[in-house]
């Protein structure tokens, strides 16, 4: 089992920068793909970045790149997702998740998923 908590919602002006974490505990981290979706009201969860162990393979939404950086510490077990110029859209319920496997990540249908946490810009 493998518990996500995400932190560092919040509300912020379009233009402004927020940092995301998410701290991972309980099953081994090293053995899954971490990444980050979204999710706002009346839309389906949408995928908006992943990383695997080595950080050698890293994909973003075309939506984000550019704006978003995604990274991990391994030895800390947790996953950040920097976010700059941020715009209205990107308002939405932030998850953190784990995926044993891209193909897994990229059909959204991740192992565990984290509680959520919001983040509002204001236009």
């Known amino acids: 089992q493998m518990q996500l908590v995400e932190s560092g919602g919040g509300l912020v002006q379009a233009g402004g920068s927020l940092r995301l974490s998410c701290a991972a505990s309980g099953r081994t981290f090293s053995s899954f793909i971490m990444g980050w979706f979204r999710q706002a009201p009346g839309k389906e969860r949408e995928f908006v970045a992943g990383i695997n162990w080595l950080g050698d393979s890293v994909y973003q939404s075309d939506s984000v790149k550019g704006r978003f950086t995604i990274s991990r510490d391994n030895a800390k077990n947790k996953v950040l997702l920097q976010m700059n110029s941020l715009k209205f859209e990107d308002t939405a319920v932030y998850y953190c998740?784990?995926?044993?496997?891209?193909?897994?990540?990229?059909?959204?249908?991740?192992?565990?998923w984290g509680q959520g946490t919001q983040v509002s810009v204001s236009s």
């Open positions: 998740a784990a995926a044993s496997e891209w193909s897994r990540m990229q059909r959204r249908e991740c192992e565990y």
